[in-house]
Nanobody
Framework: QVQLVESGGGLVQAGGSLRLSCAAS????????MGWFRQAPGKEREFVAA????????YYADSVKGRFTISRDNAKNTVYLQMNSLKPEDTAVYYC????????????WGQGTQVTVSS
């Protein structure tokens, strides 16, 4: 079965950096676009970043553009989210998700990793 496992979350001071990883298994990783989402307490889940199956195209929410970088290593079945210049408002549970070709929706999600940014 498909599994997505996030790691790399933690507590960091404002202005710091974290790198999240999401290891995928269960189907051909390189066939799927990948995305990162986040959900803060009391708020709806929101899109953060996405990357095409090849890594050739990337997309970002305006709130993270210029600070976060999404990348992937298809040989390692892993997608990354490098987060720099972190702000307290970036505090959330971060989820990775997989998007089948030709679909707008993401069909598999990880369990999430907590990111807490202190001021």
């Amino acid at each position: 079965q498909v599994q997505l496992v996030e790691s790399g979350g933690g507590l960091v001071q404002a202005g710091g950096s974290l790198r999240l990883s999401c290891a995928a298994s269960g189907r051909t990783f390189s066939s799927y676009a990948m995305g990162w989402f986040r959900q803060a307490p009391g708020k709806e889940r929101e899109f953060v970043a996405a990357i095409s199956w090849s890594g050739g195209s990337t997309y970002y929410a305006d709130s993270v553009k210029g600070r976060f970088t999404i990348s992937r290593d298809n040989a390692k079945n892993t997608v990354y989210l490098q987060m720099n210049s972190l702000k307290p408002e970036d505090t959330a549970v971060y989820y990775c998700a997989q998007q089948p070709p030709g679909f707008d929706e993401y069909d598999y999600w990880g369990q999430g990793t907590q990111v807490t940014v202190s001021s």
